[in-house]
């Protein structure tokens, strides 16, 4: 594996776990008040595009990042729907 790929992997785990404590917040409290729906939509839909990105350059990195921080996003969008 190259150094480039070990540096995005990292990368990828820093800012996808950064998601992490927002939704176990969320699912723990049971209240998504303080987030914006609207944020939380548009980061969606760029993540699915990073995700296709991904998988046209074949980029384990860029792939797994934005499908499990699509995952992540996902639940806060689906969280905010049912607490509204």
Do not use: R
């Not at 729906?37 to 980029?59: E, N, P, R």
């Not at 995952?71 to 729907?81: A, D, G, R, T």
Request: net charge positive; aromatic share 10%; glycine share 4%.
């Amino acid at each position: 594996m190259e150094t480039i790929e070990i540096i995005g992997l990292i990368a990828a785990t820093c800012t996808t776990t950064a998601f992490v404590p927002q939704v176990y917040k969320a699912l723990k409290e049971k209240s998504t008040a303080d987030i914006s729906f609207t944020m939380y939509l548009v980061l969606f839909v760029g993540l699915i595009l990073w995700l296709i990105y991904g998988i046209q350059y074949d980029s384990l990195a860029i792939i797994l990042a934005n499908a499990i921080t699509a995952i992540l996003v996902l639940i806060m969008l689906i969280l905010k729907i049912k607490h509204k």
